[in-house]
């Protein structure tokens, strides 16, 4: 008998056009003339002269925004646990040798106060772990993936936090004049390049359903700033957005001068929660979805 997928196949076939990838193999095959070798003459989509004209902006804008969510759909990512944070903080196993380098007083004080900031390096990778335990749903989609800029420091121990579980974890990398590589931890099928940083923070917030903010600057700055910008002006829901570091923010933002301006609200304070350690933060998050539906606090594994 014959496979009614088969036969249906037979009578009405589900495409009659090439395949591009098919296409393209035909092309690169083909008979060498003046009029075949010249450019105009190459496909549209193999041609990266063409691609990469000026006027090709918003077809690029659109492929940046569309590849890494067909990559991430394919993964069954339903949701992310997004980390800033500075490329600057060292591991502190290796944080001494900063100061080692100090070579005078300024330079000395700053090494100190990224060594005091060190600390911040595991609590980023422990809050990962947490976050990568959450279990899959019923229909295998992952929840509260850990998503990092891909880059070192708080970017890395948030990455080889979710690996320290065996977990998998996205880098959103971008494309910098001085050579930057993803870090090691990142999981390759999940290590993205962006090349424009509107459509890098778009991916950031898309999926995401937890953010950590880590000490960091004009970087960490534009994102979280954002961030807070979309919240209180309505265009996404209210998410859990933890600030790690009370002294620090404290003291290079002055959010209670904001609020004596008139420029902010004091309810706009609201939308951020102070914590410090991982067990903190996560808790802070699964209490946030506890108040929402407090079945899916369930879920939350335990820090």
């Not at 014959?2 to 092309?27: G, I, N």
């Not at 193999?46 to 969510?69: A, I, T």
């Not at 004080?109 to 976050?131: D, G, M, P, Q, W």
């Not at 778009?202 to 880590?214: E, P």
Request: glycine fraction near 4%; aromatic fraction near 10%.
């Amino acid at each position: 008998m014959t496979d009614k997928k088969e036969t249906d196949e037979t009578r009405v076939p589900s495409r009659v056009f090439r395949p591009a990838q098919q296409e393209a193999e035909t092309a690169r095959t083909q008979v060498q003339t003046p009029q075949t070798e010249h450019p105009a003459y190459q496909l549209a989509f193999q041609d990266m002269d063409f691609l990469l004209r000026e006027d090709l902006r918003p077809v690029r804008f659109q492929l940046e925004l569309l590849k890494p969510q067909l990559i991430m759909d394919e993964a069954k990512i339903s949701s992310t646990f997004v980390m800033y944070g500075s490329a600057r903080i060292p591991e502190p196993s290796k944080a001494q040798a900063l100061l080692d380098l100090a070579d005078d007083d300024r330079a000395r004080r700053i090494a100190e106060r990224l060594i005091a900031k060190s600390k911040y390096y595991e609590v980023a990778r422990e809050l990962a772990r947490l976050a990568s335990n959450f279990p899959r749903d019923d229909e295998g989609n992952r929840q509260f993936v850990v998503c990092s800029g891909g880059g070192p420091s708080i970017m890395e121990a948030a990455n080889r936090g979710a690996a320290d579980v065996d977990a998998e974890s996205i880098g959103l990398n971008i494309v910098l004049p001085h050579e930057q590589a993803p870090n090691p931890y990142v999981t390759p099928s999940l290590s993205m390049q962006f090349h424009y940083f509107a459509l890098r923070k778009m991916h950031f917030l898309l999926h995401a359903r937890a953010v950590a903010v880590f000490p960091g600057g004009f970087g960490t700055f534009d994102e979280s700033f954002e961030l807070l910008t979309l919240i209180q002006t309505g265009k996404i829901d209210p998410i859990p957005v933890l600030f790690y570091g009370r002294d620090f923010w404290n003291r290079v933002v002055d959010f209670e001068a904001l609020c004596e301006e008139g420029v902010i609200s004091p309810r706009d304070l609201d939308l951020i929660t102070f914590v410090e350690t991982a067990e903190e933060g996560w808790e802070a998050v699964r209490e946030f979805y506890r108040k929402r539906d407090p079945e899916v606090a369930e879920d939350f594994p335990p820090a």
